[in-house]
């Protein structure tokens, strides 16, 4: 129910910068999530939207008022924190009724609403625990429902699903993506966990080292990453990016040769390209090496070559098996070779 | 194998419990030496010769009550102490809690401020705050009591709340923030709470402090009017009847047993909040 604007957003602490020309625009209603390595500044952007840090630069809008000098109490986001921050000498049942009290909803409706929020996290049975006596995972579950029992502007979520195993992360996943559909509210949303990104997200924010590398639907995310940082971050096992030459619409590296490409670009360029876009043995093959690693997982086989000095990951056939050392060839998708610019990392289009 | 080291553990733990009970008895004769003394006739006191298994007596205990204002002295004790500590926390848990969590100039410099008081020999401020009560019409009155205990032990009370706040994760006070809680709301609901056990502590060493207090007690005190159970026990050593030793005993032993329980109650606490208050800073 809420539009966020950030412009121009920096933070630093003295000479360390924390987050910096951060730009985005959060649309009423969308999900968006950000994504990103360890000490990228996700959780200090979230704290700037929730008003607990204020920027050193820029400014935040929401629907429309500028919202950098309004205290966090007076916006009204709900956060998840990354630690929980469950209030420590009051029950469960308090904790997630703590918000009711503080922002003078009905004393009736108290009740119901607890319950029901505690029910959309399986907690029912422990409303009258304290949190020292709660699993991680508990704890977790009881930090989202307090942030749920109101029905806020905006839910800021840092990392709500980290400490659950994957058989209730991939249940609340789809409990907490209901909620937010049904609840209509703008949610932002941060993890370290692609999956969770690519299944939750309407948009996806990718951030490394305190910048912005990239918003986009997950789709254009995974099919058209904007610099290498990203290609390599999504996907699992990640994309394989091989440094070599472009010459005349040929990219040559050792043991790999790709033809057919735009032949306005040439020089240092990264060859991009998913192991899930490769076929092993194809006749008019693209890379020859030998057999360094072969995994079988089940439904699917990785098969790791060697070309050159390089190592390079390619989804196999589930049957597929093959000695060490053997020599073997593979063909890439024409249509999904990623190319960039060695120098910068950028996308050459 | 298995079990000669299970035996020689037996042993070692038999060793410990001697040692230890060795050493607890050898702290606590002297109390019980104390409440022997208290409970014994004057005459067996101050024979040259020690009596070591002495005849019983409530001599003292009637000499105490009957002839001597315990009652009052008692009464004005626990007034000033209680009244004292009730104003140290109403004092030292804001300005706990602002020397945890807000940044400001000189921040630092005021928590040294603070702790320095406990630094300073009292006897240099006798004078000059006996004057000040003089001109304030407080002396002998508890009043003048309760502020000078409290102000002796605000600076420690201070700092051991402190230490506790500081271990509150600043997350804390962020989700209470967006939950929409106030400064107010957010201190009353949410750190009191959370450091009550350090407030225990101070408030039952900042108690200890003021039933031991002497110095202040007897320059202030002039009359039973405020007289407490510390300088009551001066008053058994002068006069006609000669130091009466038995009494002195009585009402030592009388104002050492609530102390001890309570210590004792609160013992987990207590080692806590005096490492803490040691080793944060
Ligand atoms: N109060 C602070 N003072 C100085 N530097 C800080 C402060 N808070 C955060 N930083 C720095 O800012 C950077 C971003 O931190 P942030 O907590 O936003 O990372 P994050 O993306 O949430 O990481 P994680 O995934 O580990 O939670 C880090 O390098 C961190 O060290
Ligand atoms: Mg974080």
Not at chain 1, 61 to 69: L, P, R, S
Not at chain 1, 199 to 215: E, S, W
């Amino acid at each position: 129910m809420a539009r966020i604007e950030l412009t121009e957003i920096q933070k630093s602490w003295g000479p360390i910068i924390g987050v910096r020309d951060v730009n985005i625009e959060i649309a009423d209603e969308e999900f968006v999530v950000f994504l990103g390595p360890s000490g990228c500044g996700k959780t200090t952007t979230m704290r700037m939207i929730a008003g607990l840090e204020d920027p050193s630069e820029g400014r935040i809008v929401m629907d429309g008022e500028v919202m950098n000098d309004i205290d966090a109490r007076d916006r009204d986001v709900a956060m998840v924190f990354q630690g929980y921050a469950l209030y420590p000498n009051m029950t469960i049942y308090e904790n997630i009724r703590f918000p009711l009290r503080m922002r003078g909803v009905p004393r009736d409706q108290h009740e119901g609403k607890v319950r029901r929020a505690a029910e959309l996290v399986e907690l029912t049975d422990y409303l009258d625990r304290k949190p020292g006596a709660l699993s991680g995972g508990q704890r977790q579950r009881a930090a989202l429902a307090r942030a749920i029992v109101r029905q806020p502007q905006v839910f800021l979520m840092d990392e709500p699903l980290s400490n659950l195993d994957a058989k209730l992360r991939q249940a609340m996943r789809v409990q907490i993506k209901h909620i937010q559909r049904e609840l209509k509210i703008t949610t932002v949303y941060v993890t370290h966990d692609q999956i969770e990104a690519m299944t939750l997200a309407d948009r996806i924010v990718i951030m490394d080292k305190g910048a912005i590398q990239q918003i986009g639907t997950p789709d254009q995310i995974y099919n058209d990453p904007a610099n290498t940082f990203v290609a390599g971050f999504i996907g699992s096992p990640p994309m394989n990016l091989v440094e070599g030459a472009l010459e005349g619409g040929t990219f040559r590296a050792p043991g790999i040769e790709v033809g057919n490409l735009p032949t306005r670009h040439s020089g240092a360029v990264t060859l991009g390209v998913r192991p899930e876009d490769c076929t092993v043995a194809g006749m008019s093959s693209h890379l020859s090496g030998t057999v360094y690693g072969v995994e079988p997982t089940g439904d699917i086989t990785y098969l790791t070559l060697k070309a050159g000095e390089k190592l390079v990951e390619v989804k196999a056939d589930r049957d597929y098996r093959a000695p060490l050392n053997k020599p073997e060839t593979v063909a890439f998708d024409p249509s999904r070779i990623h190319l960039f610019d060695t120098a910068t990392g950028q996308r050459l289009s | 194998m298995a079990s000669q080291r299970k035996r020689s553990k037996g042993e070692s733990l038999t060793l410990r419990y001697l040692i230890l009970g060795g050493w607890a008895l050898f702290c606590l004769a002297p109390v019980l030496w104390f409440l022997s003394i208290g409970l014994r006739p004057r005459i067996e006191i101050i024979t040259p010769q020690p009596i070591y298994i002495p005849s019983f007596s409530l001599d003292a205990w009637h000499m105490i009550w009957d002839d001597w204002p315990m009652a009052a002295y008692l009464r004005n004790s626990v007034a000033a102490i209680i009244g004292s500590v009730i104003i140290d926390l109403v004092l030292a848990i804001p300005a706990a809690y602002s020397l945890a969590r807000f940044r400001y100039r000189g921040r630092d410099d005021i928590g040294f401020y603070i702790l320095s008081t406990r630094m300073m020999a009292p006897a240099i401020v006798a004078v000059p705050i006996f004057f000040l009560f003089r001109n304030l019409g407080l002396l002998d009155t508890i009043w003048a009591l309760m502020l000078i205990y409290a102000a002796i032990n605000l600076s420690f009370v201070t700092w051991i709340i402190r230490s506790y706040m500081l271990d509150i994760p600043k997350e804390l006070e962020d989700a209470a923030k967006t939950d929409g809680a106030g400064e107010i709301r957010i201190l009353w609901e949410i750190i009191i709470p959370a450091v009550l056990p350090g407030i225990i502590t101070a408030s039952v060493i900042a108690m200890i402090f003021a039933i031991n207090e002497f110095l202040f007690t007897l320059l202030i005190a002039s009359t039973p009017d405020a007289y407490t159970m510390s300088v009551a026990l001066s008053n058994f050593t002068g006069g006609s009847d000669g130091v009466i030793y038995n009494a002195i005993a009585l009402v030592a032993f009388l104002a050492f047993v609530p102390v001890f329980l309570v210590v004792v109650a609160i013992q987990k606490h207590l080692s806590r909040g005096l490492t803490m208050g040691a080793v944060k800073g």
